[in-house]
């Protein structure tokens, strides 16, 4: 499928946001949910490099970009309703950046 057709599955909001989750392609641990525009979405597409669009700071970022814990896309999926993305990627460093693994590591 190319970038058009991809893109095209997907159905951002009227923020024109998309929540995207990343999970490790290799546990499958899930690390992080984020949101991404179309911008973020295609140039993560076109170069693998994960990218996101920081609601605080309405900017795009890409992953990594400060801490050099970056994501490198291996899989991309888009859920049954088109507004959610599944990002499998191959993580370096943590994902959280508070230094945890995963963001998700408050077990209530």
Sequence with gaps: M???EALKQVKFDA???VAAI??????GEVL??????REALEKTLQTKDVHYWSRSR?????KGETSGHTQKLKEFYVDCDGDTVLLKVEQTGPACHT?????FFNKI
């Design 32 to 37: 992080m949910l984020a949101w991404m525009n």
């Design 15 to 17: 923020r024109g946001l």
């Design 99 to 103: 230094g945890n693994k995963t963001c």
């Design 22 to 27: 990343a999970q490790d392609a290799k546990t």
């Design 2 to 4: 190319n970038l058009s």
């Design 58 to 62: 309405d900017t795009l970022w890409r």
